[in-house]
């Protein structure tokens, strides 16, 4: 099921008294954020240690961050921290490749790996009983990690793919990823895209890495954040058993010291890119690092400029003047100097230079005069709300202590910044603006497609200044090539101790004498509600032609009522820290929020107000049609996105999901105010609605709940049951290249119809697909990126809902081994109904469901997303209680069974989007039936695509 959910976030302060139309500027919050409880101590070698207890969860999470970034890359050798970040996944002197995953994945949890300018972090949230484990491993990573020629070539060839994936392939790629650094800096390292390029990841060598470990993979260089449900002692003991004996090397950390000079005079490029659907400008201006001072002030002016639909970027670039097809910032702090960076993508039609003045204006605007009281109190309103969610969470406390501490010095810096936000003044604002944003001082990059370009015209190229200061990588003397030990001699990890069982949430329901069903699950544990709205209803009733009527009606759900203009709403609810939109699926829509119990009433006075009197005002319907058309034509510009869209219209055929969800531009230019009134009328009805309460509320306070707000809704007339009408068979599978010239990566979609949510074979297909596309160690990621390096990562998912549903796998790989990947896919999904899953890789794939739904059910809107969706798909509440069970009783004869029914290629569709030329021959060898189609001919408005 193809589903779009947002919440309504209110903030944990009184909430003003909702009179009429209006609702009173809410001031900004006095209460302060509970600073993050935890202990630390530093052992002998240098390993600073951090512990955050959290007994409420049943998982634990353990995060090490080593002070290594991007910013240290060797000379000659960009990109060769994240590179290594995928080596420590490799094998130890103890721990075979991908053991990690055995370990975390294969137990119910997850692990991840990122790398930044300033530092490199792991991380792994696992059930609790399972934290000795990942402790052994982490230190045996730390201090006898294996490179090896094999392993070192293969994950080489996966970075070159996550480059062609995210940089090369996405529009506006190199834009973020390589052209923002390398304008932004002269001479700090912070110049080089952290992703590197193929040919310095090419030349880098097995000694190189080698070195690079032994250099800054050290104890004294790491941070360990332990968060979750763990006895103190134990930990420690833990600790000291696994670290401490880790030796400290004598040698000094080589530290980058070089510092950015101010720049002083503004720099300016223009560049034009192929896959550029639409202008963009990007402008950027250095701020100080971030411990300073100043950080807090110039949070709340990044937030006052692009914190939702009522930020000074939205309402004038993308609302008002319709200049901008979006428009935000981000605050790039760092160790060292850092950026803040504005940008545009210019709606269709609209200058680029029109959006880089608009941009100055509005940073200009905040130079000139004070911003207003109201302004300043929704932005510090919107960064303690986000401050509290990102405390939610074990994971998200240890990794707001890891990064205090690597970024900042300070384990406290993440409170300590989140107080001094609540002391911002506007003078404060202005002042910083005027220390930092002067037009003098700013980096503009004017980003055009190629198909701009002016003939014989020498543009100045953006590149890495030769005055950029890289240090060569002096490897230290005598250092070990640790080799694997030999079978039977390797320290095994230490036995799981005792499962902390998660509780499961037991539904409520009844039903008001309107119709509406009222669901409430009781969490006392935090004072949080959230509610949802669900209605049933949707994309699938979208009528022939009118595809994306469902979509934008629920859109314009929050842009504006009978009496709340657009602007009002979001200035209400965000005022108050949070946000608002409504979305739509192809089985209904859904309005969702999330508030402070004993804020519920006035929360749910706006959600009422949206959900039953929506204005649809013509002014609304054309800003937001133009919206989307132009998201719409950036996404099919992007392998990925396009060979999914292709996929849907291909399985489904003329069936009700085949019509694309969000329309297409030629469905959205015809749809008029009363499509889009018809489609809100199909499915906002009380008596096809439910409420979901999920939290600190309890049945009988839902149900008064209820009653005030939503009790008197009713629909005029008597309600029309449509008569059925028999759905079109599915269409024959068919092999489809759409042949998108140059394009950097090729989108490859293997995909066939599969069950709805409502049948009994789901259970037995969902572990089926977990084993062969479902996480890191299933069958399809192990085929295509770890045995081959084709792919950044490779999956399969199994979508449903009220109807048939689609089962596919995907990846994306370099344009040569696109038929290559195709006959993998093929391979494996055959495998699976030819042969029974050994119980030992069964018993995984259930844990990564298991594991997966229980960290869900951790939270109260987790609760409500699956209760909204089960509502949705036709599935009975108590099938909450059911899940866990009913994935641990499937054995691998039904796995085996319904993988050969359900998973045969045969019965499934091919659709690679790429550059033709070079995989349309090998792929045309196994297949002579494809079928190729221009990208710019690609008519998704047809089953035929033509």
């Known amino acids: 099921m193809r589903l779009f959910r947002a919440a309504l976030l209110l903030g944990v302060a009184a909430l003003p008294t909702l009179a009429g139309a209006q609702t009173a500027p809410s001031p900004a919050r006095t209460e302060s954020v509970k600073p993050i409880a935890f202990t630390t101590r530093t052992l002998p070698n240098g390993l600073r240690v951090y512990a955050i207890r959290d007994t409420t969860t049943p998982n634990v999470s353990v995060q090490v961050w080593y002070d290594v970034g991007s910013k240290d890359d060797p000379k000659g050798r960009s990109g060769f921290a994240h590179m290594f970040e995928h080596l420590m996944f490799k094998a130890t002197r103890n721990l075979v490749p991908e053991q990690m995953d055995r370990l975390t994945e294969d137990v119910g949890g997850y692990n ?38 094999k392993s070192f070539a293969s994950e080489r060839d996966v970075v070159k793919e996550e480059l062609r994936q995210r940089t090369l392939a996405q529009p506006y790629g190199k834009l973020f990823a390589i052209y923002y650094p390398e304008l932004a800096y002269s001479v700090h390292p912070y110049a080089r895209p952290g992703i590197g390029s193929l040919e310095e990841l090419e030349s880098a060598g097995i000694d190189d890495v080698r070195a690079f470990h032994a250099t800054y993979y050290r104890p004294d260089n790491a941070v360990l954040v332990v968060a979750g449900n763990f006895d103190p002692a134990q930990l420690n003991r833990w600790v000291d058993q696994y ?58 002016l990044n937030a006052i400029l692009s914190a939702g639909e009522s930020s000074r970027l939205y309402e004038d670039l993308v609302y008002r003047d319709q200049l901008a097809q979006s428009a935000a910032t981000f605050l790039d702090t760092k160790q060292a100097t850092g950026n803040i960076v504005l940008y545009a993508m210019m709606a269709s039609g609209k200058p680029v230079a029109e959006g880089e003045a608009a941009l100055k204006k509005e940073v200009a605007r905040l130079r000139d005069a004070p911003v207003s009281a109201t302004e300043l109190a929704e932005a510090k309103n919107e960064l303690l709300t986000a401050a509290l969610k990102q405390r939610e969470t074990a994971e998200g406390k240890a990794s707001l202590i890891a990064n205090s501490v690597i970024v900042d010095g300070d384990p406290s810096a993440a409170d300590r910044q989140i107080a001094a936000v609540q002391k911002v003044t506007a003078a404060d604002i202005q002042r910083v603006a005027r220390a930092y944003l002067n037009d003098n001082q700013s980096a503009t990059i004017r980003y055009l497609p190629d198909s701009e370009r002016p003939a014989n015209v020498r543009m100045m190229p953006i590149e890495i200044a030769p005055t950029v200061q890289m240090a060569a990588l002096t490897p230290p003397a005598n250092i070990e090539v640790v080799t ?11 036995a799981p101790g005792a499962a902390i069982a998660p509780t499961l949430p037991q ?62 709403i979001a200035r209400a609810v965000e005022s108050l820290g949070g946000s608002i939109a409504a979305g739509a699926s192809d089985d209904g829509a859904t309005i969702d929020l999330t508030v402070p119990s004993a804020q519920l009433g006035t929360a749910m006075t706006i959600l009422a107000d949206v959900a039953t009197n929506p204005a649809f005002k013509q002014e609304e319907i054309d800003r937001a049609r133009t919206q989307s058309i132009d998201s719409l034509n950036v996404a099919m510009q992007n392998p990925a996105q396009l060979s999914a869209m292709v996929a849907d219209r291909v399985v489904y055929g003329a069936r009700p999901y085949g019509q694309p969800l969000s329309g297409t531009p030629a469905s959205l230019k015809g749809l008029t105010r009363a ?118 990562g490779a999956g399969s998912s199994v979508a449903t809902g009220r109807d048939i549903g689609l089962i596919s796998a995907r990846t994306q790989t370099k344009n040569p081994s696109a038929a290559e ?8 999904m055959r495998k699976l109904g030819t042969a029974p899953v050994p119980q030992d890789e069964l018993a995984t794939r259930q844990a990564v469901l298991v594991g997966g739904f229980g960290r869900t059910i951790e939270t109260t809107d987790g609760i409500a997303d699956i209760l909204a969706n089960y509502t949705l798909q036709g599935v009975p509440l108590e099938e909450l209680s059911r899940y866990i069970p009913r994935v641990q ?49 690609v008519n998704l408005d047809s089953p035929r695509l033509r």
């Open 112 to 149: 991840n790996a990122s790398t930044a300018d300033d530092y490199t972090n792991y991380f792994e949230v696992v059930p609790a009983n399972h934290l000795q484990r990942l402790l052994f491993a982490e230190a045996d990573r730390m201090a006898s990690l294996v490179v090896e020629p």
């Open 243 to 300: 670290f401490a004996n880790i030796k400290r090397p004598a040698t000094a950390i080589p530290r980058v010291t070089v510092q950015e000079p101010a720049r002083k005079e503004a720099v300016s490029r223009t560049v034009y890119e192929p896959n550029t659907p639409l202008p963009a400008v990007l402008v950027s201006y250095h701020i100080p690092p971030e411990r300073s001072a100043d950080t807090p002030a110039l949070m709340v």
């Open 484 to 494: 694997p030990a030999p079978e039977g001699q390797r320290i095994l990890p230490p």
């Open 507 to 568: 539904p409520v329901a009844t039903t008001l004498p309107n119709g509406l069903r009222v669901v409430t699950v009781e969490r006392h544990d935090l004072p949080l509600v959230t509610a949802s709205l669900v209605a049933l209803g949707g994309a699938a009733t979208d009528p022939v032609g009118k595809a994306g009527a469902s979509s934008l009606s629920a859109e314009l759900m929050t842009k504006g009522t009978t009496t709340r203009s657009a602007t009002e």
């Open 675 to 792: 499509d889009l009134t018809a489609a809100y009328a199909r499915s906002w009805k009380p008596g096809q609605a439910t409420l979901l309460l999920v939290g600190d509320v309890t049945p009988a306070q839902a149900r008064q709940v209820a009653e005030r707000y939503l009790g008197n809704w009713r629909v005029a007339g008597a309600a029309v049951t449509a008569a059925k009408v028999p759905e079109p068979a599915f269409p024959a599978p068919r092999v489809i290249v759409v042949d998108m010239p140059d394009a950097g990566q090729a989108g490859v979609v293997v995909a066939r119809s599969g069950i709805r949510r409502a049948d009994d074979r789901y259970y037995p297909l969902a572990v089926a697909n977990t084993v062969l596309g479902g996480g890191f160690s299933s069958r399809l990621n192990q085929e295509i990126r770890i045995k081959r390096g084709l792919a950044y």
């Open 821 to 828: 990947v195709v006959g993998l896919i093929d391979a494996e």
């Open 889 to 937: 009783a499937v054995d691998p004869a039904a796995v085996e069974s319904v993988s050969a029914t359900l998973l045969d290629p045969r019965a499934a569709s091919i659709i690679v989007v790429g550059d033709a030329k070079q995989f349309l021959p090998a792929l045309r060898q196994a297949h002579p039936e494809v079928e190729v189609i221009p990208a710019a001919s």
